[in-house]
Every structure is written in structure tokens, then in C-alpha cells.
């Protein structure tokens, strides 16, 4: 202590301690102190701002990746887009031929089964589902997650929209008045000099899109079909002073579109509508609409424009592919502000952030701020948890953060259901980026499960109009003359003359191939040549390739395992695993086996039944034949359908039918089952270990010999083999399409369904017929199409 002055200063492991009473003196000892303390917290801002940019790097890239998982998902609605496409074309053919068959048949229950069907309406739903995959695809295919902003007029949209993204009232106009902002803008991050793409409406977009409402909302007569048209005086009106909106409405039309029509006219082109790329200066006179003080307008570029995508480097560098949507604030009578926004919603927005601004004096939810939420509830599915509520804060004299609370505390009183209601001063840039922060992190963290359980609604849906088509296709595939035509006595005496002789030809000829067959597989000669080629071929390709190792394989086997009986062993395992796949081999000469019987037996039937004329049926043989057999028997012969399916599935393999007799064989191999002892040495050496090597190459040699030696013994019974499996399977099938119960009655309704090409001589003649089996065709070729799996995006 010294001169008054008093100070303590002392280092300690964890910190400086410095205590300076004079504050004169403390301004020239503290500068080492506050030297540290400005290292200390520097660090602990660069560790605060490294952990910041950490996690916005990490959303970022989340986000991108989230946009990347939707390209296949995207590439499979576009599948299910071109089979729909092709579903609703075959059901107009079917409706088109439905409608004319009704005219052409002269079976009267045959026209009032068709009269009974009904495809338009189906039609109709598909056309109404390709609508909607269409709007789940443009979605989904966008290169960014896109944040729509939506507020009444006046409520601060375009302010917040200026902090967040940096541009000022020569682009995003926000001035006070009317209503500022013209058309629906979206603006996207990017890294370089601003600049707007303006999309133009086309004359005709102009005129069904922007024009065409105001004739038909104030009934004004037929909607003009080009600009001269619309050029003409407008229709006179009469409201009288009972219809101010009306009235307002009108004077929109006449005001801003008609009589200016002249100054902006040439930027409507024919065709398509047109885009340009316009610098930053030019901007504002395509998005905002300025007005004199009697509400007239002073610029018309903005009025033929759709839309402007703005492109210009947000303050936040961390949005990445993330897009804001600013839609036209609400409130004057202009019309097609609440179609803009259904359309925009449903197309361009994956989240929702209404803007209001509380009054401070008279406060309270409106009619219309629920109405705001009604129109965006129609048209963003789950919008409960695809939107924010800001309450735009005003400080100063207007201050207003009771109101601001009062909203906050009564919006679910009035069924606006959002994931957060936040006060946030929307003219401040830190509050302003706030909440994008805030809705970043929920983007990046809930986007997806979002997007899953979208998509999961048309998936739904989709799979309700298949189900709607089956049923409706599967009423249309009923034979329509058949109950007709049974109550005809003379009709079905001819039928069952025929029918009765074709059954005794048919069993008759199915009981032959039976005998035969069975004498084939039992004779010493009955051998399938085919498949005994095939197991010849085998067991040369298992003395070929016997998989036996060579001395020094051995040498390293055992270096690794150890001893040698236990190298040994592991090679009898290898060897006998290595013939066992040349036997696998043997399921191709077993099906070809099976396929030459089922082709056999199918000739039976063309020849003896003249299945082969039923067109389905034609120039089929073998399991071709078999497959569609199957699918021509209805289902509910049950007695035809199941012994037909079971010789279609019918086939042969190793595994199956071979395995049982062919193992055993193999014993020699099996160390368990194998007693051969290898010599034991005392004192191993470079010499006592090729000694030992060749003597267990000797043993595998010897064994995989007598092996290879009893497979080839039992070739006869191996050759026997597919033809007593199949004599089985033959014996079995025609036991049940000849004796079970009902099987006969079952062949006469089936054979009665295709009479008209089994007997063309007798039936062919019937032009009913012929409709009859162009319809079905018709019928089964939509069915095919409208298969579930081709009309499925999701599992």
C-alpha cells in the first residue's frame, strides 16, 4: 500500500484476481486485466459463432438432402401418372363400346347387363386423382422447400419479407395505403447480383385467368374470347347502390384493366405466356401498384404479369434451398386473390406463415382472419401443422403488445390451429430472422415425416379408385348371356349333345395318356432321354471337376486349422459341398422334363376339347397354356380352377426330388460318417509335411472316386425319376378334373362360356357371341392395367 493507493493482484490456477481501490490508478493497472478478459471472451464468441455455423451447416445440408430424397418418390408418381393415363383411355373405349353394344345386342338381358355397368364416373375420378398426382408432383419436384407468406392488407407482409431477405421498397414495396405488393412473387437466395425472372401472362391465360372472373363473378355475359373483344365498352351494370362490392369489383375491371388496356397490351403475347429477366431497378413496376390520390393507377406493367420468381442474397446465409412465397395481401375487392392463394398453397408452399398486426385500440380476431385460414386449410393438407402465426409487434405510440398477447392467448379459441403463435416485431431484422431460424429448425427437423404423411393421403386414395375400378370390372366380366341362354330349352339341348360327347372323347383321351405314361415309367426303357443326358452330364462334369486340392492347398489349409485330421476333415466338407452344386445343375433337365409331360397332356386337351380355339388359348402348349387356362376358369369353379392351378405351378428340382437318393451316396465325404484316421507325427519338418499332404490327397482321391462311382451306379434310378413324379402329378390331376365332386358340372359351365369357339360350326354364327367376347377382351385388358402395383407410389 502506497500514496493512498490500494491494490491486490494475484494469479491462481484458474484465474487473475486484480482489486484496484484508486480509480484513478485502476485505469493504468486494469489494461493487463482487461487484456485477458478480452482473450477470454473472445474465445468464447468464436467457440459460440463455430457451434452457430456448425448447426446452420447442418440444417442446410438436411434440408438439401430432404429435397434430394424426393426425386425417386417423384420419378414413381409420374409412372403412376402414365398407367392412370392409360386406365382412364381404356375405360372410355369400354364406355364408348358399352353404349354401343347396347344398340347392337339382341339378347335383352344383354342390354340391361350393360345398362347396369358404369364407367363414366370412374372416369371422371381418375381424371379428378391425375389432377391431384399432378399438383403432389410439381411439389415435390421443386428444388427447394418454399415458406408461403399470406396476411390480410396492411398487416406487415412486405416488411417482414424485406428483413428476411434484405431488398427494400423497390422490390418488395411497402408502403402505406392500399394494398402494395401486385402479384405473387418468390424470392430465392442466391449468391450474386439481384434480378427477377417476370412471368407474362399468354393473351388467352390473360383473358380465362384474370379477366374471365370479373364476367362471370358480376355477370356481365359471355366472357370475351380475345383482347379486341375485350377492348369493346364493357357491359353496362345496374347495382343500384345495393351491391358496393359489386360495384367496387366493376370498377376494377373498368379502372385498372379496361381503360389502360392500351398501356399495357403489348406485353401480352399469343400462345404461351412469356418470361424476362429484368434487372433490379426494373423490378418494382412489375410487382407493386402505385396510385394517385383519387385510387388511380399510375404504372400498368404489373397488371398482365402471373408471377416473379426474384433472385438476391438473403442477410441469413444459412436459408440454402429454402424459398420465400409472398402472396398478395388480401382486403380489396380485386378478384382472384383466394384462387391465387388455393393455387399457390397447393402447388408452390410446404409451410405457412400468416402475418397479422394486432390494433391497439380495437383488437380482437376477425371474421376475416379465420376466413384466411379457411381458404389455406382447403388448400395445404395438415396446414395444423404446416403453419406459424407471427403477431407482427408495433412499438412507439402505437405500441400494441397487449393486443399482440391478448391474440395470442384466444387464436385457438377460434379454430386457427398452428404449430406456434410468436410475437415478433416484423420491422426489426434480428426479430424478423428469428423466426425464419425458428422455421428452418422445424423445416429441417419435421418436413419429411410432413411430406410421408401428404403423400400417404393420395396413396390412400388411389387405392380406393382401384378398389372402386375392381369392383366395377369385375361386374363387367360376368358372362351376360349366360342365364338367358340356360333358360332356353332347345339352346341347351343342343349344347349338352355336344357337350356330353366331348366329355367322353375328352375322358377318354385324358384316361389313355394316363395308361401310357404309367407304362413308360415303369419300363426298363422308360428313361426321359433328355434328362438322362443331363445327369450323364453331370457325372462327367463331377469327375472332370472333382474339386480335390492340390498338395500344397493342403499344406495351407493346415497351417491355418492347425492338424492335420481336422485338414482332413475340412476338405472332405469342401469336396462334398463342391459336387453337390453339379448336382443342382440337374433342375434345368428336370423342368425340361416336366415342361415336355405338360405339354403332352395340354395337346390332350386341345385336340380332344378344342380348348386351343378359344382365343386366349391359341398357338399355346405346355405351361403357357396352363397359365392362361387358369386365369380363364372363373373362380368360382373351384373343382376346375384348383387341380389346373396345381399342374401350372407343377415342377421339378434337385432339392425336391433328387437330394433324398443322391446324399447318401455322398457318406464318404461326410466326416462324421467317415472313419479313415490320419497318421500322426511325432516331429514336423519341411518333408513330413509333403508326406502327410499327399497322403490325406491320396484318402480324397480314393473317396471322391467311390463316391462319383455309386452316384453313377444308380443312374437308372436317378433316370426313373421325373417320370414317376410325374406320372403322380398327371394321376392326380385328372382324378380331380374327371371325379372329383362337381367336376363334370364344372366343364360344362366353362366349356358352355366358350362354346362359340369350341364349336364355330354350330355357335359361330351368333353375333351376340362375338360382342360378347370383344367385350371381355376389353374387360381383361383394363383389368391387367389397373393392377394395384401400377398404380402405387408408396407401399
Known sequence: MADGLMLTKKTTQSSKILKVANPIYAQIFDYEWIEYIQEQMQEKISLAKEKEINTMSTRSKKIAEIIQQRVPLVAKIKNVEEHL??????LFNIEERRIRLIGSVNNPQAKDFLSGLDFLNLRGNITEHLSQ?????????????????????GQGKSTFLQRISGLEDDVIPARKGGACTAVRSTIYHHEGETYAEVILHSENSFIQEVIGPYYQELGLGVVPETLDDFAKPLPNTNFDGSNSTGESMYE??????????????????PNSPTTQRVSKAEIDKYVSQPRDNNGKLKTFDHLPVREVKIYCKFPNQDVGKVALVDIPGLGDTRLGDEQLILETLGQEVDLVLFIRRPDPLRYGWERRDTDLYKTAYQALNNLE??????????????DNIDACQKHQSTYRDKHINVVECRIADCSNDTAANGVLDMVLDY????IKSLDDKYARTYQESLNQLHKNISDELNKASQDWMQKSQ???????GKFLRLFNKLWIDLASALEDFLYEIDAEQESKNSEDDGFKEQAEAVIQQCQEDSGLPEIEDIMGKKADIGDWQSTFNRCLNDIRTHLTQHFEAMDTGLNNSVERIKVRLTNVLIEKANLGDIPALRGLEGSKFLKVMVAEIDDGLINLKQPFTSLYKFEMSYKANLRYMIRPLLNNLNPNRNEVQISRVEKENPET??????????????????????????LDNIFAEPGKTAFYEVEDFIDRVLRS????????????????????????????????????????ETVEINKIEKLQFLQ
Open 741 to 780: 365332386e362337381n367336376a363334370k358340372e364344372e366343364w360344362q359351365t366353362f366349356i358352355y362360356k366358350y362354346k362359340d369357339f369350341i364349336w364355330p360350326k354350330e355357335y359361330g354364327q351368333d353375333p351376340d357371341s362375338r360382342y360378347r367376347q370383344e367385350w371381355q377382351d376389353l374387360v381383361k
Open 443 to 446: 423445416l429441417a427437423s419435421n
Open 252 to 269: 376494377h375491371l373498368k379502372g385498372d384493366y379496361h381503360e389502360n388496356l392500351s398501356h399495357y397490351r403489348n406485353l401480352l403475347k
Open 689 to 714: 509335411r509333403k508326406k502327410m499332404a499327399k497322403e490325406i490327397s491320396d484318402y480324397l482321391k480314393e473317396l471322391h472316386g467311390e463316391a462319383v462311382y455309386r452316384c453313377e451306379n444308380n
Open 133 to 153: 398426382l399432378e399438383f403432389l408432383r410439381k411439389r415435390l419436384s421443386r428444388n427447394t422447400l418454399n415458406i408461403g407468406v399470406v396476411g390480410l392488407m
Open 85 to 90: 393415363g392409360e386406365l382412364a383411355s381404356n
Open 385 to 398: 401443422n404446416r403453419s406459424f402465426m407471427i403477431l407482427n409487434h408495433v412499438s412507439g405510440n402505437n
Open 486 to 492: 340356360e333358360a332356353d330349352i332347345n339352346e341347351m
